[in-house]
């Protein structure tokens, strides 16, 4: 399989799990000395990882938190982000301008602020209350914090029985989901490579989802126009511009908002002939429950797009690393 | 000017405002009555207009304030939606069936619901716990309500000599600003009717302006394709699709983002050679102090769009109440 590592998929997925304890520990922390609300602070990709948290914790809790754009933050500010606050963030680089003002703000209004800042030597990584440092896998770092919080106040008993089926089968799951989309991400990649737009929907945690693939993956990345759009928000206006040969995707989870993405599924085949469902429920994700797959779709559908990215690539020349402009030009 | 009523804008927007001692009313016996906090529940347009309300409360509050989307609401659930809380919506045709069952849903929680319900007799306006009727203006209508919140909570202490302005000059102001924009709307139409597609930049309350203004008007009204991004995220991945020709337009406005949106439009001619900048500051808006400009400039910018509607309209021979599928299909 083209650009496939198991051996390191497998390594990777199964390190981040193994953060669990050090995770618990500030969480468990937090929790004895209280607090008082929970931000999820971030910028593009992370913002989209702090929206698929929020959306998980909606369903659970009664826990004052929210999400925070770093920039919006920097210049509005946010009264609530104070004494009593614990801010949480991820950061790949660990020097994202908006993110490094953004936590000097929150520290200077009174908050913490729980970092999973990948290189431990990075500005971020030393500004942080708490600290964890592991590459990739922000999505899960994000979930097994919240997890945490929601279990310690007794609004998410499942935890136990469900971090045993993470730990036993994630890493297989994602890789045979890799491996069952590879065929699929080839034709997918062939039929769209050339897209003047390309429109990706997505409920629930695959809000997040398809916004950051829309923006971080075939924006920034293969450099194909895009629009996401909350399939909560595609019946009030959108739809109007979908004709036969738009390219619409669908990304359905398994989550709260799959009614909400079926809807769309559902309606698309009366006014287009170019759509596609990506559906979490097609892939096997051996050894969980029914009742846990929807909080792994946002993964699973990562894996699936991740086999759509290494064709695209290829077929359209164009390697994911080059940027025109992103830290390239001062602005 | 084509289809400009001015006698008709006046008495829309004095009418408007003057609806704020029964909105103070309301406002005032909740905050009596004591309440836990506020949501601001919306769909597609009003959803945006929801966007706009919290980034200028933000700005001020303490108050414990989010916004909904009224599907995700009804899918998710939020469990800080209960007894205590005060949801307010705002509807035109009063029948938006998310709204209709995210009402429901928050009463069943122990919510009261405010609602702006255009029409008296629709169900929504029935169902409300505490109804306003009156066409149209529905930010004017929210922003009254949220100001007065706060200058309840001592947090908005220019409460008094903001309104006297807004009374005073707002109807005039909005109105010189189509008048001043109306030879700009006339070339903006003819240069991009034909657009593709075309992006729309905002932050702050322009956030939810570009994003409605590209949503629900020219996807839903002109069946053009649009992308709003926010200014805080475009340089985290959408940049890299922007080349000598594609048309962007950066909405402009005086609120505490301005820095945000300033910054994409400073980084543009470096990259384009099609873009838009629409500052509100290039608009008179006569009476009004420095001050309280940025919290009108939603409504400025809607004046200076509605200018450019109506020629899209005109030239691309679109009348803008049809639509293709909205209401026409079930789904």
């Known amino acids: 399989m083209l ?3 198991e051996e390191k998929q497998r390594n990777g997925i199964n390190g981040a799990l193994a953060l669990r304890d050090r995770i618990n520990e500030v969480a468990d922390r937090i929790c004895e000395e209280g607090y008082r609300n929970i931000c999820w602070l971030g910028i593009g990709g992370t913002y989209a990882s702090c929206m698929q948290t929020l959306v998980h914790m909606n369903e659970f809790t009664e826990i004052d938190t929210f999400v925070e754009n770093a920039a919006e933050y920097c210049a509005t500010g946010n009264r609530r982000i104070g004494k009593g606050s614990i801010v949480i963030i991820s950061s790949v680089t660990g020097s994202t301008e908006e993110m490094v003002r ?8 009174g908050a913490k602020v729980f970092g999973f800042i990948d290189v431990e030597t990075a500005a971020l990584a030393q500004m942080v209350d708490y600290e964890i440092a592991y590459p990739a896998n922000e999505q899960l770092k994000f979930f097994m914090a ?4 929601m279990f310690n106040k007794r609004e998410f008993p499942e935890y136990n029985r469900f971090y045993e089926e993470m730990d036993a089968h994630l890493a297989s799951a994602l890789i045979e989901a890799e491996k069952e989309a590879d065929e699929f991400g080839r034709e997918f990649a062939k039929k769209h490579k050339d897209d003047a737009i390309h429109y990706f929907v997505g409920a629930g945690n695959q809000w997040g989802a398809a916004y950051s693939y829309a923006m971080c993956y075939w924006e920034e990345q293969h450099w194909i126009r895009t629009k996401s759009i909350h399939a909560a928000e595609f019946f009030h206006g959108m739809l109007e511009i979908v004709e036969r040969d738009t390219p619409v995707t669908v990304f359905v989870g398994e989550d709260s908002q799959r009614e909400l993405a079926e809807r769309v599924a559902k309606f698309l085949p009366r006014i287009c002939g170019n759509y596609t469902v990506i559906d979490t429920k097609d892939y096997a994700l051996t050894g969980f429950s029914e009742e846990f797959r929807g909080y792994i779709s946002h993964l699973v559908m990562r894996a699936v797009t991740q086999r759509i990215d290494v064709y695209i690539e290829q077929l359209n020349c164009h390697p994911m690393e080059i940027r025109r402009y992103y830290r390239r030009l001062d602005y």
């Open 102 to 109: 953004g936590v000097e703000k929150a520290q200077e209004a």
């Open 146 to 149: 919240a997890d945490r919080f």
């Open 3 to 5: 650009k496939f590592d």
